[in-house]
């Protein structure tokens, strides 16, 4: 069956060292998108791509990069952790832009 | 970007319908509604979307105003498995798609 994995599923790291959380979906969607949740604010875009090599920044986009090199994988980085970006990180993929989006099971980051 | 209303939580018992309410006054004429639910510790799950007429699938029926301003997710008969949080979000082609997410509904089912 088709599916979207994340790993690692739990990350502990320290602030300052570059973190990269990685997405990887078997439906050929070609959106793929990246959320952050956090108690009191709900999920928030990070960043999204509708295509191998089209990234795009969402809402709170800052400390965060993304790069897709290929139709399966969106892996998104964080450049230089901070406390700040201690959350729960969601990867999703749709096959059209309004389509409905399938999640991963989540990534819990804990900075340092 | 438009933006949802939710009650923070409701309560259901099992077996009964349920009706989730959301208010989405600012809806652009591209907006799709969209829900989805999610369980603790798991990522969000689709439930149902739709643009202007009234959708049903396996897991829910979702009801649309006439006016598109709100619209309903209706669990038809709730069971202990459905106890999540329900979000209502919208999502627009003009904006890539993304979808801007709410508080959500916390709903509990009583045995």
């Known amino acids: 069956d088709a599916e979207i994995t994340q790993s690692p599923r739990h990350k502990i790291t320290e602030t300052g060292r570059q973190v990269t959380l990685a997405c990887h979906q078997t439906w050929n969607h070609n959106n793929m998108f990246w959320y952050r949740q956090d108690l009191g604010h709900g999920l928030r875009l990070i960043h999204y791509?509708?295509?191998?090599?089209?990234?795009n920044k969402g809402e709170v986009s800052d400390g965060y990069s993304v790069s897709r090199s290929n139709t399966e994988d969106l892996p998104l980085t964080l450049e230089s952790a901070a406390s700040s970006q201690t959350s729960v990180y969601f990867c999703?993929?749709?096959?059209?832009?309004?389509?409905?989006?399938?999640f991963g099971p989540g990534t819990r980051l804990t900075v340092t | 970007d438009a933006k949802t209303t939710q009650p923070n939580s409701m309560e259901s018992n099992e077996e009964e319908p349920v009706h989730l309410p959301c208010n989405h006054s600012t809806i652009s004429g591209t907006d799709y509604i969209h829900w989805y639910r999610q369980l603790p510790s798991q990522g969000p799950e689709y439930v149902i979307h739709g643009l202007t007429s009234n959708v049903n699938n396996r897991m829910a029926s979702l009801a649309i105003a006439e006016d598109r301003k709100s619209s309903t997710l209706i669990l038809h008969r709730a069971t202990l498995r459905d106890a999540a949080v329900y979000y209502c979000?919208?999502?627009?082609?003009?904006?890539?798609?993304?979808?801007?997410f709410g508080q959500g509904t916390e709903l509990s089912v009583k045995p």
């Open positions: 791509s509708y295509g191998v090599h089209d990234t």
């Open positions: 999703a993929s749709s096959i059209g832009r309004v389509d409905e989006q399938y």
């Open positions: 979000t919208l999502s627009s082609y003009n904006q890539g798609g993304k979808l801007i």
